[in-house]
């Protein structure tokens, strides 16, 4: 059930650089949140899923968590790429991992050289 739907076409005045998407796209998704929270009160969201990264980027800051923090909201990165960052990458080790996945809610831990825990992959 849709409880609330907000759709605009807004003008993007910053152009795409690699690694500093948050600067082009965070302001119209910090509007957007403001809207729903004038409109719809009582809608507070509990999380925001974001079509970006969050710690799995090369500053360890991505769109996801300038979103957080600049709506105080938790937020988490829903990337369609891997990012080659301490360590990770693509490689046959990990191309088996994903295949490896056999029911949905399966996952496993995106850990970087450094030891720190950067994300998820799931099925």
Known sequence: QVLYQD???VPVTAPYVAG???FREVPVLVEAVQRLQQEEPQLQPQVLLVDGNGLLHPREFGIACHLGVLTDLPCIGVAKNLLHVDGLVRDELHKEQVRSLQRSGEAFPLTGTSGKVLGMVSS
């Open 20 to 22: 500093f998407l948050a």
């Open 7 to 9: 759709c605009r076409m």
